[in-house]
């Protein structure tokens, strides 16, 4: 499984999302207050600002919040946010991919750079890892939605690339330029998904012993603390015996 889904499931083990649940509310909103500023503020009409709200939904995410952030956007004051990706090493080689928005760019540029640095990284230029990824839109049901056959059948009926299905549950891709309909499509069939997101996905993978995870994980810990940062990918492999002793 490509590291970016291993990591989500560290985080749902180790409760990261719970603890850090204000940040990671503030983090949907300004996607769900960008969205909307770029396109229609009816979520019906855009589907960038749909795929937001969705995302913050699955998160728990109260309406009252999704409706504040989403009339941020048409208030005159609102942050102008842009949105840029950092591209670099971590620990043992992995590559590593930061979106972020900000409106700062140089603050943003500092303090990446800086917790790249002390956590025994290097940022790269933009195109320097990018390279080793592809952009694609990703689905994900719990196991309850269905067996491995109902949700690859669902998967091909809506327009899917490709289903990676195990105990933990699905993981359905398709193009990044699909992802809406496929959505769509797929909550017609199956029901409300777990996640909705595009992603970078590895298409090669670094293999990090226990030693390796750990650092990285402390690198990837230090960047998702960061405000500006709205999502991180590493392109590690490890194995079950590793993962459970993280």
């Avoid at 560290?10 to 990671?24: E, T, V, Y």
């Avoid at 971590?90 to 540029?109: H, K, Q, Y």
């Avoid at 790249?116 to 933009?126: A, Q």
Wanted: hydrophobic fraction near 35%; charged fraction near 30%.
């Amino acid at each position: 499984m490509a590291g970016h889904s291993k990591w989500a499931n560290i985080q749902h083990r180790k409760g990261r999302q719970d603890a850090a649940r204000s940040k990671l509310f503030s983090k949907l909103s300004k996607e769900i207050t960008v969205a909307a500023k770029m396109g229609d503020p009816d979520p019906d009409k855009n589907p960038r600002l749909r795929l937001a709200v969705k995302s913050a939904k699955a998160q728990s995410m109260p309406n009252d919040n999704i409706d504040r952030a989403i009339k941020k956007s048409q208030a005159g004051d609102s942050e102008d946010y842009k949105e840029i990706r950092y591209e670099g090493y971590g620990p043992g080689g992995v590559a590593v991919i930061v979106e972020a928005m900000t409106d700062n760019l140089n603050r943003t540029a500092s303090n990446v750079r800086s917790t790249f640095t002390k956590n025994g990284g290097n940022l790269g230029e933009t195109g320097s890892v990018g390279f080793m990824f592809e952009r694609k839109g990703e689905v994900t049901y719990t196991a309850e939605a269905g067996d491995a056959d109902t949700v690859m059948m669902a998967a091909i009926e809506a327009g899917a690339e490709d289903v990676e299905s195990s105990e933990d549950g699905h993981i359905i891709w398709c193009a990044d330029t699909d992802l809406n309909e496929v959505s769509t499509a797929l909550e017609a069939e199956l029901g409300e998904s777990e996640e909705t997101n595009l992603v970078w996905k590895p298409t090669t993978t670094t293999e990090l012993d226990l030693d390796g995870m750990q650092k990285l994980m402390k690198l990837i810990d230090a960047l998702e603390d960061d405000d500006d940062v709205q999502r991180v990918t590493a392109n590690f492999e490890a194995s079950d015996e590793v993962m459970e002793q993280l």
